[in-house]
Structures are given as structure tokens and as C-alpha cells.
């Protein structure tokens, strides 16, 4: 018992250097995505990409080899520029299985989902999925540098939620994107009174926490909304990032023509950071507990002790 209440009392950190997972477990989307009842633009935005890189891992898991993802209408076209090189495409053809694009003229294979192929240059165009809306097919696409397969990850309807849709936090997996002041559960899971507190200029960060139960809270935030939107980006694409992707928080500093990316606790086993001093409070309380949990121990071996039988003396008659 004294071995549980202590062990309450301690923080779980959860590494970041292993995200997408738990999120994403058999081929499912397993936990939450939540913004604020009242959330900016930005942050449903930001919502939505960190959705987009979980529905197709291929994005999040390797952004250098893919670009532009994009949905396209039946019989619509549209110009992309990647690498100084124009791609004018059409969606020739598409049914709820396939699909077939003309890309500067040329007409590719009919796709399935999941299944790209390569244009003259040796970009790949791939088909990632396909919807179907008020009697309107539109396929969503987009290129590669390499031919390639798509995996989509099944993501059950809920997934994404506002805050107050959310009734305990701490039982599901969940990542939690704005600001505190807008997103309540923040400082819920934060277990700060203050929405404003802890927030520097011009940084987004990436705090993870986990649970005794084992869920994980991932909180996308930043002091402005281009400072969540770089957070955003930065978990969207996780593979980019990978490298500096370590310990439970990471900030990320807008440098201009990049984000920097700079882990702020590299431990994965603890939520607060190593110092050489004693944590004396975190000691006064453990050992408070103990004599607590003795002294009741004794009191109810005293309560419960088996009472001596007396003797009583025999009477002369």
C-alpha cells in the first residue's frame, strides 16, 4: 500500500521519440484530437494536418518524400508547382474504387487507392483516397519522388472532438492543440490554475504526458497562433523532425526560413528536470505517508489485540 500511494505521486513521462504510437494501433487511430470550445481558425487548421499526417502515416513518417496533397473534383483541373516544375491535373475518370488523372497530357494507369504511378520525369502521383458527397465523386491526391504505396489508418467518426466533449481527460489518448485560455483541458492536464502561465515569445512547444494507466496527452501550444501552427507542423511531420524529436518536451523557435527544433527534457522517465539538489518536499512527504500508514497499522493492531483472560478468585463457603 505504502509502494502505491507513493508511486501516485510520481510523474510518467512519455518519450516522444516514439509518436505516432499509441495513436495509431492496428492500422486504427486510437485516442483523441482536441481544440477549444471557441477555437481560432488556426487551430482547427492545425487540427486538421496533424489528422491529415496520422490518416496517411506516409506523410507524417516521410515528408520529404511526398508534397502537395490535394483533392481534386470530377472532370477539375489544377496547376501545382513543385521544384520549379508545373503538373497541370485533371481527374479524367473516378469511381468509389478508382481513379485515372491526365498530368500534363500524359494519362495515367486507373488507380486504386493506395496506388501511384510515375509520370515522365520520374515523379510519382499517387491516390491517396476517394469521396463520395451529394452525388459528387472527388479523389485526394498527391506527388512523390518515388512511386509509392499509401496505407490509410482508419480514424472512427469522433476522432476529433471540441473540449468540452471530452469528460475525463485522462482516460483516453489525446492531443490537445491552442492555447490554454482556449483550450481548457490544457491546464487540466498541465495541473496549472493559470491559462497564461509558462508560455515564452515567440515559441510553440510539444509537452507529452502519461498517465498511470498507461494514456498519453500530447499538448500542441504555443503563446500565438503562429507559434501553435509551428508546434502543428512540427508533430504533422514527425519523420522530418525525428532526430530532435526526444524526452517529453521540445520547443520550437521560428528562425525565419526554418523551425527550430530544440528538446527541452530528454528524460524519458521523468517529467521533471535532473538537478544535483534533493527534492525535499517530494522526501518530507513520502516519509509523512510512511509514519502515517505505521501509525495506523498500530492503532488497529491495538484495537483488535486479543485481551488476556483473568482469573477470578473461588469463594470459601
Given at each position: 500500500m505504502i509502494i502505491t500511494i507513493i508511486s501516485l505521486n510520481s510523474a510518467i513521462a512519455y518519450d516522444l521519440s516514439t509518436y505516432p504510437s499509441p495513436f495509431l494501433k492496428d492500422g486504427k487511430f486510437n485516442g483523441v484530437i482536441v481544440v477549444g470550445n471557441k477555437a481560432p481558425a488556426n487551430d482547427v487548421i492545425a487540427l486538421t494536418n496533424i489528422?491529415?499526417?496520422?490518416?496517411y502515416p506516409i506523410l507524417g513518417a516521410n515528408p520529404e518524400t511526398v508534397s502537395t496533397l490535394d483533392t481534386l473534383l470530377e472532370k477539375q483541373?489544377?496547376?501545382?508547382?513543385i521544384g520549379g516544375v508545373d503538373y497541370e491535373v485533371?481527374?479524367?475518370?473516378?469511381?468509389?474504387?478508382?481513379a485515372q488523372l491526365i498530368v500534363n497530357g500524359q494519362t495515367t494507369k486507373v488507380l486504386s487507392i493506395g496506388s501511384s504511378d510515375t509520370l515522365a520525369d520520374g515523379t510519382a502521383i499517387a491516390l491517396a483516397d476517394i469521396f463520395f458527397d451529394n452525388g459528387v465523386y472527388s479523389a485526394t491526391i498527391f506527388f512523390a519522388k518515388r512511386k509509392i504505396t499509401v496505407t490509410k489508418t482508419k480514424v472512427e467518426t469522433g476522432g476529433a472532438k471540441l473540449a468540452s466533449e471530452?469528460?475525463?481527460?485522462?482516460?483516453?489518448?489525446?492531443i490537445l492543440i491552442?492555447?490554454?485560455c482556449d483550450n481548457?483541458?490544457?491546464s487540466k492536464v498541465k495541473e496549472v490554475d493559470d491559462c497564461a502561465s509558462g508560455y515564452e515569445s515567440n515559441t510553440g512547444f510539444i509537452e507529452?504526458?502519461?498517465?498511470?494507466?498507461?494514456?498519453?496527452s500530447i499538448i500542441v501550444t504555443g503563446d500565438t497562433q503562429k507559434d501553435i501552427s509551428n508546434a502543428a507542423?512540427?508533430?504533422?511531420f514527425y519523420g522530418h523532425y525525428k532526430n530532435n524529436l526526444k524526452g517529453n518536451k521540445i520547443n520550437i523557435v521560428d528562425a525565419g526560413n526554418e523551425l527550430k527544433v530544440i528538446p527541452v527534457s530528454k528524460s524519458p522517465t521523468s517529467t521533471k528536470p535532473k538537478t544535483n539538489e534533493t527534492d525535499f518536499t517530494e522526501t518530507y512527504f513520502k516519509l509523512g505517508v510512511f509514519f502515517f500508514i505505521l501509525l495506523i497499522m498500530v492503532l488497529i493492531g491495538l484495537i483488535f489485540r486479543k485481551k488476556p483472560k483473568t482469573r477470578r478468585k473461588a469463594h470459601k463457603v
Open positions: 489528422v491529415r499526417s496520422l490518416l483541373t489544377k496547376t501545382y508547382t485533371t481527374l479524367n475518370y473516378i469511381n468509389s474504387n478508382s471530452v469528460k475525463d481527460i485522462k482516460s483516453v489518448n489525446s491552442g492555447h490554454a481548457e483541458l490544457i507529452a504526458y502519461e498517465f498511470p494507466n498507461n494514456k498519453v507542423r512540427v508533430l504533422s
